[in-house]
């Protein structure tokens, strides 16, 4: 039995050059309520239509610190994107390529310049958790899934939910086929 809750998706904060514009958007889920809960990555071409719930299934719970937790991709985006601070900004990456800063200023030198924007329908604004350093978080690793025949669902593409907001949803327990 896996435990399942519907939630609405709303955003999808999206990277305008290259190379961040390879990675996976990202969709802010929020309660029924209209509060922040969590997002999704988007790594393949799943969408979602305004006032249509999305199904979520829980498959793990995890923790991280603050610290952690912020400098993760999708909280980055999230952080530059129209509920935040929508400014322009230079991406800074490590010795391997990774995405590891961001700097406010704006660099001719080496093109690794960006904005996030929205597509899609969203919100005007949105209150974003803030995340002190060394505060322990609780998340659950859920799976957007949806429903092909005979019920089978499929993995629509994956992301997280804080705790508090999955806990205080409407859960289901479910069987459910995978595909």
């Not at 909280?75 to 700097?103: C, M, N, Q, T």
């Not at 919100?123 to 859920?142: G, R």
């Not at 629509?156 to 595909?179: F, P």
Request: proline content about 3%.
């Amino acid at each position: 039995m896996r435990r399942s809750a519907f939630y609405w998706a709303f955003a999808n904060p999206v990277l305008v050059h290259n190379p961040l514009t390879s990675l996976s958007k990202v969709v802010v889920v929020r309660d029924t309520a209209g509060k922040f809960s969590g997002m999704i990555s988007i790594t393949g071409d799943a969408t979602c239509r305004p006032g249509v719930p999305i199904e979520l299934i829980a498959i793990s719970q995890g923790s991280v610190k603050g610290k952690c937790l912020r400098s993760c991709y999708e909280e980055k985006v999230l952080r530059r994107s129209r509920y935040a601070d929508p400014r322009g900004f230079h991406a800074l990456y490590d010795r391997v390529g990774r995405w590891v800063g961001i700097e406010d200023k704006i660099s001719r030198e080496d093109g690794h310049n960006y904005q996030v924007i929205a597509e899609g329908y969203y919100e005007e604004s949105l209150d974003l958790p803030e995340y002190a350093d060394d505060q322990e978080y609780h998340f659950y690793n859920v799976l957007w899934v949806q429903r092909g025949e005979n019920d089978v669902a499929y993995r629509a593409d994956c992301g997280r939910v804080l705790a508090d907001a999955w806990e205080k949803s409407h859960l289901e327990n479910i069987k459910i086929a995978l595909g």
